[in-house]
């Protein structure tokens, strides 16, 4: 087993194969699924199978750049916020790198335009490769992933 990246309650980390190379996520253990911000979201067909692109700000207090990804759909599930608020959101999967280390993870699409950070990662896709240190921040060198 590998050695455990320890990192702060929220990190840089990026999602290659989205297009999102630089983004501030909350390590969220509370959080049981992963989460993304995306502000709007349209369903098409693809190659017989159901696809989202959507629209997200990845940058937190600024609503001026604006990425725009497209993944498959590998569910829907209804989810419950902290407020215990349930809604029902598009699943989606795609590759998690942070500190040089990638691995794929499932990630909720909703609006988070009026929370702190764009993303959350919780605690299914930490993998048994994340530790987290609940008083520091930034702990990981941001390695930008260039493929």
């Not at 983004?23 to 199978?49: M, Q, Y």
């Not at 916020?81 to 998690?96: L, P």
């Not at 990638?102 to 930490?126: D, Y």
Request: hydrophobic fraction near 40%; include cysteine.
């Amino acid at each position: 087993m590998k050695e455990k990246i320890v990192v702060g309650w929220r990190e840089t980390v990026s999602l290659p194969e989205l297009g999102i190379h630089k983004i501030n996520a909350k390590i969220d253990t509370g959080a049981r699924t992963s989460c993304l911000h995306a502000f709007k979201v349209e369903t098409f067909n693809k190659d017989h199978a159901l696809w989202v692109r959507f629209w997200l700000h990845p940058n937190q207090h600024d609503t001026e750049v604006e990425v725009v990804c497209e993944a498959a759909v590998i569910d829907e599930r209804i989810v419950r916020d902290s407020g215990g608020h349930e809604e029902s959101r598009y699943v989606i999967s795609s590759m998690f790198s942070i500190g040089g280390e990638s691995w794929p993870i499932e990630i909720t699409l909703t609006n988070r335009e009026n929370m702190a950070f764009r993303m959350l990662l919780g605690r299914t896709s930490m993998h048994h490769r994340i530790m987290v240190d609940p008083v520091e921040s930034f702990l990981i060198p941001f390695e930008e992933n260039k493929s």
